[in-house]
């Protein structure tokens, strides 16, 4: 019973924030999700429902690296992504944490990622 209320409360807080945070064409939404082993992200077109770039700690490029989910690997993570974004000439997001609270791995990958230039 405790799991479920748990899981209720995580999915109350994420449609919270997907209430405000809508991505488009000018300014895609960067969606950022941690799991125990790895961490993904991405910038979608919610208009059009595109994935525009992805990265993931189980991609090809990345695997060898061995990142892992903490502070140390968000920020790396957030500086490969940050640079995927601009090669693909994305310039401004708006950030979408999920459910998660903006401290530690969320808050390092989001510094990380402004440190390549993209706007939040």
Not at 98 to 119: L, M, P
């Amino acid at each position: 019973m405790k799991f479920l209320k748990k899981k209720e409360l995580e999915i109350k807080r994420r449609k919270r924030v997907r209430r405000k945070v809508i991505g488009n064409a000018e300014r895609p939404r960067l969606a950022v999700c941690f799991s125990n082993k790895h961490i993904y992200a991405q910038c979608i077109d919610d208009h059009a429902g595109k994935t525009l770039a992805a990265i993931c700690t189980t991609s090809k490029e990345l695997k060898a690296e061995k990142l892992l989910p903490n502070v140390e690997g968000a920020a790396s993570i957030g500086q490969k992504f940050g640079a995927k974004l601009k090669d693909v000439g994305i310039t401004a997001v708006v950030f979408d944490r999920g459910a998660r609270r903006y401290h530690g791995c969320v808050k390092s990958f989001a510094d990380a990622v402004r440190e390549t230039g993209i706007n939040f």
